[in-house]
């Protein structure tokens, strides 16, 4: 039978619930347990699919083509299990559930309250499918006291009473802050926050305390006496220098040995994290550097783009260098020369993104990379305006454009309205919802043989994660292939262009899809590899 672990949040937000997770799953597996990570998030959107990600961050997608958050990424890179739909509720799910079956009759008439119904649908949740786990870890989203979140609060403390005894603890993660005109760490915060778990049914048996310096054996104590929880309990969560270090810096604070001990197993054997220092060794001992320019339309929020810069640091490991990123907003180069931002990058790097904000400044990036010979990747979008640049500098279709920006007399992209998914049509209409419409999810491409990109591969094969609405109109593909661009993967029908690349320069690929999101730091994923492996012959070069 599963054993539950319930972790949540306090004092702040960001405080890294989800990484927290991921490595306390990453330590369980070390020592030879099976885990599953599930996230709860008490927002009312059915899923992130619709928010800005300057909002919310990233929306990772999942091969099941589900939209969920950020955090699942941190789940699959650190333990290396695929997520699915099944990882990650809202609370807007949750209710469209509700609501549905209150719709058709299920409830026979009676009330529908939060408290059976709503805390019952998140418990069945939680609980299904968990059968073949050793550890389920269910980190619940918010921070405690935000009002939205108290559903799950109570659905969790109504876990506790359900499973059987000793089947499920609490780690409450928290921030103590440092006061410089005190000289000391603070600990009101956390027993603050504490106290606010306490009030609605939930006692924490292990704390773990966000900081940066060590925390003083008095100010362990008081927690420990404060917080009602062992000393040894009160896990120090210190800063580090690379997130893949967070599994061995908690385990020699001791938060796998309290875990297990909490559950009253006594730990055996060190868990093995050899090659979580030989990740980290990459990291902090690289052989050289480069420098990619990330040309984004979000690099205001760096969790808009979290699963392509850990892909980026994996792509680093692959290659023992470090990997330094300039964040330009592209709508700089609408108005500027990209030449001063980009003459001493290694490599360009134009990622996903939706309308027309920033595009032509995307376009000129391409352009300066093709013209310029520096590596380019293009991700979603940055494939799409990869392919407008060509239409436009080479093929000579200067109003080359996509329907995305509105109506265009050369629709080099334009709206999906079929594909094919499994043995089933799927169609979509410029009116439908915005919400859950892409084509998302894993789907496969056939990659053209002898081309860059199969090489890269080493394979003709593949499948790889989508999410996108647009697609490039393969009505141009002739006459831009007959200027050098390729199409190089293809969906297994031979209608939707899922690569394309320029035999004649050093690394330019642009793909439909997103890669790294299967990226990991014991697997990185090739592309990545390649694009890194590029940008270092390109700063010999320079």
């Given at each position: 039978m599963a054993r539950y672990v319930f972790i949540t949040g306090g004092v702040v937000s960001s405080l890294g619930k989800g990484l927290a997770s991921a490595a306390l799953g990453a330590l369980l597996q070390a020592r030879g347990y099976t885990v599953r990570l599930r996230k709860l998030d008490p927002y009312l959107n059915v899923d992130p699919g619709t928010m800005s990600p300057t909002q919310h961050g990233e929306v990772f997608v999942t091969d099941d083509g589900a939209e969920t958050d950020l955090d699942l990424g941190h789940y699959e890179r650190f333990t290396g299990i695929p997520a699915s739909k099944k990882d990650n509720i809202t609370t807007g799910r949750i209710y469209q559930d509700i609501i549905a079956k209150e719709r058709r009759g299920d409830y026979l008439g009676g009330t529908v309250q939060v408290i059976p119904h709503v805390t019952d649908a998140i418990k069945h949740f939680v609980r299904d499918g968990n059968e073949a786990f050793d550890f389920v870890l269910v980190e619940i989203g918010g921070t405690v006291g935000d009002i939205e979140g108290l559903p799950f609060f109570e659905a969790i403390r109504q876990l506790g009473n359900d499973l059987p005894r000793g089947d499920a603890i609490y780690i409450h993660l928290t921030l103590l802050p440092w006061i410089p005109s005190a000289g000391e760490l603070k600990t009101k915060p956390t027993q603050h926050s504490v106290k606010e778990l306490r009030s609605i049914g939930i006692q924490p048996d292990i704390l773990l305390c966000r900081c940066d310096r060590p925390i003083p054996p008095e100010e362990r104590r008081k927690l420990g006496l404060f917080c009602n929880?062992?000393?040894?309990?009160?896990?120090?969560?210190?800063?580090?220098?690379?997130?893949?270090?967070?599994?061995?810096?908690?385990?020699?604070?001791?938060?796998?040995?309290?875990?297990?001990?909490?559950?009253?197993?006594?730990?055996?054997?060190?868990?093995?994290?050899?090659?979580?220092?030989?990740?980290?060794?990459r990291v902090r001992q690289p052989e050289g550097e480069v420098t990619i320019a990330i040309v984004g339309k979000y690099t205001g929020l760096k969790d808009a783009y979290k699963s392509l810069y850990e892909a980026l640091v994996h792509g680093g490991v692959a290659n023992t260098v470090k990997v330094n990123v300039d964040w330009i907003e592209s709508e700089i180069f609408e108005s500027a020369d990209p030449a001063p931002y980009l003459e001493h990058v290694h490599g360009i790097l134009?990622?996903?993104?939706?309308?027309?904000?920033?595009?032509?400044?995307?376009?000129?990036?391409?352009?300066?990379?093709?013209?310029?010979?520096?590596?380019?990747?293009?991700?979603?979008?940055?494939?799409?305006?990869?392919?407008?640049?060509?239409?436009?500098?080479?093929?000579?279709?200067?109003?080359?454009?996509?329907?995305?920006?509105?109506?265009?007399?050369?629709?080099?992209?334009?709206?999906?309205?079929?594909?094919?998914?499994?043995?089933?049509?799927?169609?979509?209409?410029?009116?439908?919802?915005?919400?859950?419409?892409?084509?998302?999810?894993?789907?496969?491409?056939?990659?053209?043989?002898?081309?860059?990109?199969?090489?890269?591969?080493?394979?003709?094969?593949?499948?790889?994660?989508?999410?996108?609405?647009?697609?490039?109109?393969?009505?141009?593909?002739?006459?831009?292939?007959?200027?050098?661009?390729?199409?190089?993967?293809?969906?297994?029908?031979?209608?939707?262009?899922?690569?394309?690349?320029?035999?004649?320069?050093p690394w330019f690929v642009g793909v439909?899809?997103?890669?790294?999101?299967?990226?990991?730091?014991?697997?990185?994923?090739?592309?990545?590899?390649?694009?890194?492996?590029?940008?270092?012959a390109q700063s010999r070069l320079v």
């Open positions: 929880v062992r000393e040894s309990a009160v896990i120090e969560a210190r800063d580090v220098d690379t997130i893949y270090e967070v599994p061995e810096a908690y385990h020699r604070e001791g938060l796998d040995t309290e875990v297990l001990r909490a559950f009253g197993i006594e730990p055996q054997a060190a868990p093995d994290l050899t090659r979580w220092r030989e990740v980290t060794r134009v990622p996903g993104g939706f309308g027309q904000r920033g595009a032509e400044g995307k376009i000129r990036a391409a352009t300066f990379a093709r013209e310029r010979k520096v590596p380019y990747f293009g991700i979603c979008f940055g494939m799409q305006m990869a392919v407008i640049e060509a239409a436009r500098s080479l093929a000579g279709v200067s109003e080359a454009n996509s329907t995305e920006f509105g109506p265009t007399p050369e629709p080099i992209v334009g709206l999906m309205t079929e594909w094919v998914r499994g043995n089933a049509l799927e169609s979509r209409h410029a009116e439908g919802d915005l919400g859950g419409t892409m084509r998302l999810g894993a789907y496969d491409a056939r990659l053209r043989q002898g081309s860059k990109v199969a090489e890269i591969y080493g394979s003709n094969d593949i499948s790889e994660r989508h999410r996108h609405r647009y697609e490039v109109n393969t009505d141009y593909r002739e006459r831009l292939e007959e200027k050098g661009l390729v199409f190089s993967g293809m969906s297994p029908d031979g209608l939707l262009p899922e690569i394309v690349e320029y035999a004649d320069h439909q899809f997103h890669p790294e999101l299967k990226s990991r730091p014991f697997e990185p994923h090739p592309l990545f590899a390649s694009f890194v492996e590029a940008a270092l």
